[in-house]
């Protein structure tokens, strides 16, 4: 059985930082597509950042770009986002997604992820 665990999520004033974990069991976690997602209230879910795990190979959505950083840890099967300047428009639930390789840097819509964690909530007050 697939599991995605996230953990990290707080409250933190403006231009603060916050570091989100996603812990993967029973998924085999080289090569494959990881993801960080989040969703504000009453909006779609959105693209925060995907990474390859075989490489590293990353992107991010441009509302992110020099802020967020994510990462990896292969032999813990654990994926990171690291928060910097955060602002009170990240403020929502983040999510982790895994899903195969292929394409992945491409996969940039909820839909191309098959597994999902359970979410973790960041607060962003101004």
């Known amino acids: 059985q697939v599991q995605l665990v996230e953990s990290g999520g707080g409250s933190v004033q403006a231009g603060g930082s916050l570091k989100l974990s996603c812990v993967v069991s029973?998924?085999?976690?080289?090569?494959?597509?990881m993801g960080w997602f989040r969703q504000a209230r009453g909006k779609e879910r959105e693209r925060v950042a995907t990474?390859?795990?075989?490489?590293?190979?990353?992107s991010y959505a441009d509302s992110v770009k020099g802020r967020f950083t994510i990462s990896q840890d292969n032999g813990k099967k654990t994926l990171y986002l690291q928060m910097n300047s955060l602002k009170h428009e990240d403020t929502a639930i983040y999510y982790c997604?895994?899903?195969?390789?292929?394409?992945?840097?491409?996969?940039?819509?909820?839909?191309?992820?098959?597994?999902w964690g359970q979410g973790t909530q960041v607060t962003v007050s101004s």
């Open positions: 029973g998924y085999t976690y080289a090569n494959i597509c």
């Open positions: 990474i390859y795990t075989g490489g590293g190979s990353a």
């Open positions: 997604a895994a899903d195969s390789d292929r394409f992945c840097l491409r996969k940039t819509d909820r839909v191309d992820y098959k597994y």
